[in-house]
């Protein structure tokens, strides 16, 4: 009885006027926060940009049924999700198609972050003595700094509807009055050429510039009362920058060091306002220079190990991947490593396939049968010869397996790091290639054996050639 006027007391006490009115104080600023914070993510992803139009998928994946059954949706395997990655170890971009070029998918990899970091050298380097202190832009991916999982991208393209349109509004523009253009010349039209993507200066709009990467990050900054000063910070990059937009921005061609290679790349850093540029160091907790690097074509990085045998000095080159140009990865592999989670693990039975990072994801195969693919053909190469364009099936020579470090204990959604999964299970099970030891391997690398190529969700695979893999290790 004493227990109930208690509890009934209790209620009372929470229910008066005056306690309500403190809870909606101190719960308000809280919700207000949260409110806007929503507001700003959606309104900073729905803005858009002029002149363009969004890539990918989005909303929606076709890897929202990957913990169900993969193995018997088809009578062969065929692609399930493709992802290309703009940033090297931020969040990729989903397709439902791609274009696929001799260096990796359309603007897979194609920027990188680095850090500016002292680096010696070794004795006999042709650039420095030994001993001495060389500073250098070494690039940066998940294995150091899991927060780069957080960091959005979108793939924004020039849109031909609105170059269409532009064209029109154009042509009758040369009808105009003497006093509207001399309007137009005062700026009168200056929002309704933002709209259309109209270049509104010397640097050109993005649509000018081959479109753009929009990149989104989340920032708190240290002193945020109730979560108020939480923000989604946004900023764009061209995609392919003309000259004049380059020379404008002072973008500079610098070494940066990827592995054990030291490839010019071009500096974009100037394209990223210096206050979003010191929240980006903030959220990454980077204190050395923090710059962002576009692939320069004419500098890309030579593949020099698995190489198919009847092209063993042909000049297969690379961007920003770690290694060869396109990886893909068996659902029902990711399934099966699933399987050898500890069953103590908050991961088990949800193994997220993202966290592999691959570009082709297939369905329609027992576990592991890629181990074994040595060549095969997969969607389209289109080509030109004297006859014009013409299209075949796409050839891949299928390198070697992925040999797997930590990186996938990196959860792709809170960018919080496990300290044993996924990789304890796959050191336990997945140690099958000499070549990659002590590493194990999920996965495969391959090399597309053509310039141009598209592949799309659905396309089925076709093995010409199977037999046995021995990793070839890029440092000895």
Not at 124 to 129: C, P, T, V
Not at 269 to 294: H, Y
Not at 318 to 330: E, K, P, Q, R, T
Request: net charge positive.
């Amino acid at each position: 009885m004493l227990a109930i006027d208690f509890f009934v007391h209790y209620v009372q006490y929470l229910a008066s006027p005056q306690i309500l009115l403190t809870i909606a104080v101190l719960a308000a600023p809280y919700l207000l926060s949260n409110f806007a914070r929503k507001r700003l993510s959606t309104r900073a992803t729905s803005t858009g940009v002029p002149g363009c139009r969004r890539l990918g998928l989005y909303r929606r994946s076709n890897l929202k049924d990957q913990y169900e059954d993969q193995s018997t949706t088809s009578n062969k395997p065929t692609i399930k999700a493709l992802f290309t990655y703009p940033i090297k170890s931020c969040r990729g971009v989903e397709l439902a198609a791609s274009e696929v070029e001799s260096k990796g998918l359309k603007f897979d990899r194609m920027f990188t972050f680095a850090k500016w970091l002292p680096k010696k050298r070794s004795e006999g380097s042709s650039e420095i003595s030994d001993g001495d202190i060389l500073h250098e832009w070494r690039f940066m991916t998940l294995r150091e700094n899991p927060r780069l999982a957080l960091i959005q991208t979108q793939l924004w393209l020039p849109d031909p509807r609105t170059a269409q349109d532009d064209r029109l509004k154009n042509k009758g523009s040369s009808k105009a009055t003497k006093s509207q253009a001399q309007r137009r010349s005062q700026g009168s039209d200056l929002v309704g050429q933002l709209d259309k993507g109209r270049s509104l200066g010397p640097a050109g709009t993005f649509a000018e510039n081959g479109g753009c990467l929009l990149v989104q990050f989340p920032y708190s900054p240290a002193f945020n009362p109730f979560g108020l000063r939480n923000e989604t910070v946004t900023f764009q990059v061209p995609l392919t920058p003309t000259e004049t937009r380059a020379e404008i921005k002072k973008y500079s061609k610098e070494n940066i060091v990827i592995w054990k290679d030291y490839p010019k790349a071009t500096n974009v850093t100037n394209e990223i306002s210096p206050d979003k540029l010191q929240k980006l160091k903030e959220f990454l907790d980077v204190e050395p220079p923090l710059a962002l690097f576009r692939v320069d074509d004419a500098h890309l990085r030579s593949v020099q190990r698995c190489l198919p045998k009847e092209k063993p000095d042909h000049a297969f080159r690379v961007g920003f991947v770690d290694a060869f140009s396109v990886n893909l990865l068996g659902i029902t592999s990711v399934q099966a490593v699933d399987e050898s989670i500890s069953a103590t693990s908050e991961m088990k039975g949800k193994l997220d396939a993202l966290r592999f990072r691959a570009n082709i994801y297939i369905t329609g195969t027992p576990a592991f049968a890629e181990d074994s693919w040595k060549k095969l053909t997969l969607g389209r190469r289109i080509g030109r010869d004297e006859k014009g364009l013409f299209e075949t099936e796409g050839e891949y020579h299928v390198a070697c397996r992925t040999a797997r470090c930590t990186l996938p204990n990196v959860d792709p959604e809170t960018g919080l790091r496990d300290r044993n999964e996924p990789y304890a299970a796959l050191n336990k099970t997945r140690k099958v290639d000499e070549g990659a030891y002590p590493h194990p391997v999920l996965g495969m690398q391959m090399l597309p054996m053509f310039e141009h190529g598209m592949i799309k969700v659905g396309d089925e695979v076709n093995v010409l050639e199977t037999g046995e893999h021995r990793y070839e290790k890029m440092f000895t």
